[in-house]
């Protein structure tokens, strides 16, 4: 019993570990400050437990949104689980994909990681993630096969990144690059990251399904058992239409919402659309703008330019709606909220933990510091060790855009012609990077979800791993000599 907990509970002891690795680097190494192409070495600044403790309040109010999204995703599934057309609808997908689970698995890789590959958000695309994993757990497919599927394949789509603002947005402005610049090279990165990380879960899942591995649905925390005789009596006496029509509409909002259809596409139909909406005046008075809220405070945008917030703001509305359908008491409802926000609770505490790492080394901004002694070991600019550094940074800076600010225009100036690419090289270490980093918030969260020890996972992942780092600096070597 003892073991089991230990196993349990061994994330939370390696992202502490490197909290308290990181902790301790401020204490070796000084702080860092560039202007342009040159870094200013300061004083060694100390962090003590008394800062360290600051850092979880801090690290809360830096990630407020995604709390609140994991709080409400949990709250939105236990609903769904909690619904007889939910489970019918679960039962005939998972009825229709019998024979077919390997191409239903490389397709919902592509998606995912197609999406992700140009969303203004990564966190989401975590929206239909349980959905997912219900019906490959229910296939009998094993936990492994369900992460890869979901969340590693928004990791894919991550690291090939192509006109995703969420990964290109800050990228785009400190290194002078545009969504086009490298297209090229972006699209052949993501080529080959998701043939191969799909050939080794593709390979693994076959694997699965002849071996017939033990039933891990109960590992699924809004996880629905199929049960045939019950899904039949269900399917006579419960329409899901209703259902398929309020979870089409959430995809299609979830669609217009997070491509940043202006920025990345130069379509500009959405922004005039916002524009004309919030301007309709009866009299004096601009209706829409008063129903919808002022813009002032950044929720109120048009399509493309959603923050994480307003994705929540549909859950709500898409679980009141299939309550009053499906006749679920406003007391039940704020129940099933609970008990979902309950079961997530677990992977908040995780997430605000891993982003401590990245406001101790705000607090203390070491990272500048290690960047310029590894760029530094050569005169000119060179892609392996700009790699080394991208790779450290992003691991101490968690998101992308945290590690384009820590040291973005001094990469970029270090880089000189070369810009371009060393933007390249930053996003795709910084992929790399969250496929196994303990400070990988998706990575983490798929674990925490799914309750795979870390272990487990770099049993799996490290051949993928070699071959992909092999991969990507053939790929940075053809771009910078041929």
């Given at each position: 019993?003892?073991?089991?907990?230990?196993?349990?509970?061994?994330?939370?002891?390696?992202?502490?570990?490197?909290?308290?690795?990181?902790?301790?680097?401020?204490?070796?190494?000084?702080?860092?400050?560039?202007?342009?192409?040159?870094?200013?070495?300061?004083?060694?600044?100390?962090?003590?437990?008394?800062?360290?403790?600051?850092?979880?309040?801090?690290?809360?109010?830096?990630?407020?949104?995604?709390?609140?999204?994991?709080?409400?995703?949990?709250?939105?599934?236990?609903?769904?689980?909690?619904?007889?057309?939910?489970?019918?609808?679960i039962?005939?997908?998972?009825?229709?994909?019998?024979?077919?689970?390997?191409?239903?698995?490389?397709?919902?890789?592509?998606?995912?990681?197609?999406?992700?590959?140009?969303f203004?958000?990564?966190?989401?695309?975590?929206?239909?993630?349980?959905?997912?994993?219900?019906?490959?757990?229910?296939?009998?497919m094993?936990?492994?096969?369900?992460?890869?599927?979901?969340?590693?394949?928004?990791?894919?789509?991550?690291?090939?990144?192509?006109?995703?603002?969420?990964?290109?947005?800050?990228?785009?402005?400190?290194?002078?690059?545009?969504?086009?610049?490298?297209?090229?090279?972006?699209?052949?990165?993501?080529?080959?990251?998701?043939?191969?990380?799909?050939?080794?879960?593709?390979?693994?899942?076959?694997?699965?399904?002849?071996?017939?591995?033990?039933?891990?649905?109960?590992?699924?925390?809004?996880?629905?058992?199929?049960?045939?005789?019950?899904?039949?009596?269900?399917?006579?006496?419960?329409?899901?239409?209703?259902?398929?029509?309020?979870?089409?509409?959430?995809?299609?909002?979830?669609?217009?919402?997070?491509?940043?259809?202006?920025?990345?596409?130069?379509?500009?139909?959405?922004?005039?659309?916002?524009?004309?909406?919030?301007?309709?005046?009866?009299?004096?008075?601009?209706?829409?703008?008063?129903?919808?809220?002022?813009?002032?405070?950044?929720?109120?945008?048009?399509?493309?330019?959603?923050?994480?917030f307003?994705?929540?703001?549909?859950?709500?509305?898409?679980?009141?709606?299939l309550?009053?359908?499906?006749?679920?008491?406003?007391?039940?409802?704020?129940?099933?909220?609970?008990?979902?926000?309950?079961?997530?609770?677990?992977?908040?505490?995780?997430?605000?933990?891993?982003?401590?790492?990245?406001?101790?080394?705000?607090?203390?901004p070491?990272?500048?510091?290690?960047?310029?002694?590894?760029?530094?070991?050569?005169?000119?600019?060179n892609?392996?060790?700009?790699?080394?550094?991208?790779?450290?940074?992003?691991?101490?800076?968690?998101?992308?855009?945290?590690?384009?600010?820590?040291?973005?225009?001094?990469?970029?100036?270090?880089?000189?012609?070369?810009?371009?690419?060393?933007?390249?090289?930053?996003t795709?270490?910084?992929?790399?990077?969250?496929?196994?980093a303990?400070?990988?918030?998706?990575?983490?969260?798929?674990?925490a979800?799914?309750?795979?020890?870390?272990?487990?996972?770099?049993?799996?992942?490290?051949?993928?791993?070699?071959?992909?780092?092999?991969?990507?600096?053939?790929?940075?070597?053809?771009?910078?000599?041929?």
């Amino acid at each position: 019993m003892k073991k089991s907990m230990l196993k349990k509970h061994d994330l939370f002891k390696i992202v502490g570990i490197a909290i308290l690795v990181v902790a301790l680097l401020t204490w070796i190494i000084p702080v860092g400050q560039y202007t342009g192409s040159e870094m200013y070495v300061g004083d060694i600044n100390r962090l003590g437990v008394a800062n360290l403790f600051f850092t979880s309040i801090y690290s809360l109010s830096t990630m407020l949104y995604q709390v609140t999204f994991l709080l409400i995703l949990g709250g939105f599934y236990a609903l769904l689980s909690s619904i007889d057309a939910y489970k019918g609808f679960i039962q005939t997908i998972v009825k229709k994909l019998k024979g077919k689970e390997l191409p239903f698995i490389a397709i919902t890789s592509f998606v995912f990681a197609g999406l992700t590959s140009i969303f203004s958000q990564a966190y989401v695309l975590m929206l239909f993630v349980p959905f997912f994993i219900t019906i490959i757990l229910n296939l009998k497919m094993d936990k492994i096969t369900a992460l890869c599927t979901t969340f590693g394949s928004i990791l894919v789509g991550l690291l090939g990144a192509t006109f995703s603002s969420y990964v290109y947005g800050y990228v785009n402005s400190y290194f002078g690059i545009t969504y086009l610049t490298e297209i090229i090279t972006k699209v052949a990165i993501f080529a080959l990251t998701l043939v191969l990380f799909n050939f080794f879960n593709l390979l693994h899942a076959k694997e699965v399904l002849k071996k017939k591995g033990k039933d891990e649905i109960a590992e699924d925390k809004f996880g629905i058992v199929i049960d045939d005789k019950k899904s039949k009596s269900t399917k006579k006496s419960v329409s899901i239409w209703p259902l398929i029509i309020v979870l089409g509409f959430v995809v299609v909002i979830q669609l217009i919402g997070y491509i940043n259809w202006s920025d990345s596409f130069n379509v500009g139909i959405f922004d005039k659309f916002h524009e004309w909406l919030l301007g309709i005046k009866i009299g004096d008075h601009a209706i829409f703008s008063y129903i919808l809220g002022t813009s002032d405070v950044g929720v109120v945008t048009a399509f493309g330019k959603w923050p994480l917030f307003n994705i929540q703001i549909i859950m709500i509305l898409a679980s009141i709606i299939l309550a009053i359908i499906y006749k679920v008491g406003f007391d039940e409802l704020i129940e099933k909220f609970i008990e979902g926000a309950k079961k997530m609770s677990r992977i908040v505490l995780l997430l605000v933990l891993i982003y401590m790492v990245f406001v101790i080394t705000n607090l203390s901004p070491i990272v500048p510091t290690i960047v310029d002694w590894i760029v530094g070991l050569t005169k000119h600019f060179n892609i392996y060790l700009a790699s080394l550094a991208s790779f450290i940074a992003s691991v101490l800076n968690i998101d992308i855009d945290f590690v384009a600010y820590s040291v973005g225009p001094y990469l970029a100036a270090k880089a000189g012609d070369f810009a371009s690419l060393s933007a390249l090289i930053t996003t795709a270490m910084h992929g790399f990077a969250s496929f196994f980093a303990p400070t990988s918030a998706i990575l983490m969260i798929g674990l925490a979800y799914l309750n795979i020890p870390y272990k487990d996972w770099m049993k799996y992942i490290w051949r993928f791993l070699v071959g992909l780092l092999v991969g990507l600096l053939i790929i940075f070597t053809i771009v910078r000599y041929l």
